[in-house]
């Protein structure tokens, strides 16, 4: 069996896996009986796959570029999705006079376009339109406030990112730009002007005082974590011009197109999800590390890491029985930079940490020394894999690199708006897969609401309005006291 899978511009490589013919037959024999075809199947079908809360997941449809027919419910979505398409450009065209784009969002509603923006950015310093990008997820109002101060308040518009138009920080933020426009002699009616919401709660967002010719709307059958493809992208379109939205959208839709008719021991996904499954059952993995050999890249990490652990950071499956293991804690950071902190870790831990090692074939800049930088930077990335494998035996047990670590490189042919689509897509399919393979709901998240849940009497007391610590444990209780005295 192949050890190479070439795609829309990608290239897996597994050889450093040490997966026998034999035992990729098992592995795809195994996904393809958990139903793991079929769970793409129903996907593409727009059937409720996110049984949990009874909806579809049918992200594909957002970047459909073909056009034809996607249905949920037997009603086809494509006009819904070509309509927001039409808007968005039509928004695009039309960008005079603006300085400065405030994107307020969090999780699923900020690390997309976050990621692409930057990406974008990376690759080529002057491309895009000269309107500064501001990104704020948090609620610490550090990065708001840093945000504040580089974009100037009568030429700004404010686009709030939230799916449910309810979350906290983003509604806390958004609560806290329309003061600072306020303070700036922006008029009330210029600031229902310059906001625009982008939600599956156009209600929500009327009611926060968004107007409703500025609701660029998605769907219930959009995860927030799969959303980047939907309206939750217009920076991307805003930055970079529709048309470069429209690439990145079109090398997701070459990777659906993969994912659907490419057969199973050819199937990119597939057998990326697989590798993680066997360095499950041989070596009792519990961490992935994600090496992007791209500064450009540098966010993928973060976003990976939603996408993963969000999914399937879970052990109880669809049907209430325990599942065990199922995601591996997922981090990383772009290499060469990472080979200087936690790599030691990974040649000479107790752990096998396998890697996702992501190349890009053409050098990254246009420096007249670009080239010799990219020939470094690929030289580290594939010594960093070869060492993981064969390890070395030395003098002394503490210097001697242990090997068999495992991994994977990804090659990019060219890091681009349609590449970057193809890749975020492919581990968008490859979490599909895995969540097939445990039988979890890869598209709901109830483990982050109790925490949300506890905040509430937190913040009331932090404000004084529960003297009583009503809802609120001992220690945490006497945490709240050491703060106030
Ligand atoms: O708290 C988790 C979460 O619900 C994520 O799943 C989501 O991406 C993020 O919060 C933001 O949610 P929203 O888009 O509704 O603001």
Redesign the pocket.
């Known amino acids: 069996m192949s050890k190479l899978i070439s795609a829309v511009g990608l290239t897996l490589d597994t050889a450093y896996q040490n997966i026998s013919d034999q035992e990729m037959s098992q592995l795809i024999e195994m996904a393809i009986t958990k139903g793991a075809f079929q769970k793409r199947d129903s996907l593409f079908a727009g059937k409720n796959i996110n049984q949990s809360e009874n909806r579809a997941a049918l992200h594909p449809a957002l970047r459909n570029v073909s056009g034809d027919a996607m249905l949920v419910d037997g009603v086809d979505v494509m006009p819904l999705v070509k309509g927001v398409w039409q808007r968005i450009e039509g928004f695009c065209n039309q960008l005079i006079g603006i300085t400065d784009v405030i994107c307020l ?7 997309g376009p976050r990621l692409v923006c930057d990406a974008l950015h990376q690759i080529n310093p002057q491309d895009g339109k000269a309107i500064r990008l501001h990104f704020v997820a948090n609620v610490d109002s550090a990065e708001l406030a840093t945000a504040l101060s580089k974009a100037q308040p009568r030429s700004t518009r404010v686009i709030i ?7 906290l ?2 509604i806390r933020n958004a609560q806290t730009v329309i003061n600072w426009l306020k303070a700036n002699q922006v008029s009330a009616s210029q600031v229902k002007k310059c906001l625009i919401g982008v ?3 156009p209600t929500a967002a009327e009611e926060f005082g968004i107007a409703p010719e500025n609701i660029y709307p998605f769907w219930d059958w959009v ?3 799969f ?1 980047v493809w939907s309206a ?1 992208g217009f920076p991307i379109a805003i930055k970079y011009g529709f048309k470069t939205f429209k690439e990145f959208l079109s090398g997701a839709h070459a990777m659906d197109q993969h994912f659907v008719s490419a057969p199973a021991a050819e199937n990119m996904p597939l057998i990326l999800a697989l590798t993680l499954i066997h360095n499950q059952q041989k070596h009792q993995i519990t961490a992935k590390a994600i090496v992007p050999y791209a500064h450009a890249l540098r966010f993928l990490p973060e976003w990976l890491q ?1 996408l993963e652990m ?1 999914s399937h950071g879970k052990s109880v499956t669809n049907d209430g029985s325990s599942c065990d293991p199922t995601s591996p804690v997922v981090f990383g950071s772009a290499g060469s930079n990472s080979q200087h902190s936690y790599f030691q870790m990974l040649h000479q831990g107790n752990q096998i940490i396998p890697v996702d090692f992501i190349a890009i074939k053409e050098p990254m800049s246009d420096l007249p020394e670009a080239k010799e930088h990219h020939q470094s930077l690929i030289a580290n990335c594939l010594a960093q894999a070869q060492a993981l494998a064969n390890g070395s035996k030395e003098e002394f047990a503490y210097d001697s690199c242990p090997g068999g670590r495992p991994s994977n490189l990804i090659w990019v042919d060219r890091l681009d708006a349609y590449h970057l689509g193809a890749l975020l897509a492919l581990y968008e399919h490859r979490a599909l897969c895995l969540g097939a393979i445990w039988n979890l709901n890869s598209f709901d ?1 109830p483990g ?2 109790l925490g ?1 849940k506890l905040a509430k009497p937190i913040q009331s007391a932090l404000k004084g309005d529960n003297p009583t610590l009503d809802g609120i444990d001992s220690i945490t209780a006497s945490r709240i006291k050491w703060l106030n005295t």
């Open positions: 969002g969090i999780g699923g509603s900020d690390w990112t939230s799916k449910t138009f309810t979350t920080e983003t939600t599956a709660n995860g927030g974590r959303s939750v939603q969000e998240q982050v609401e949300k």
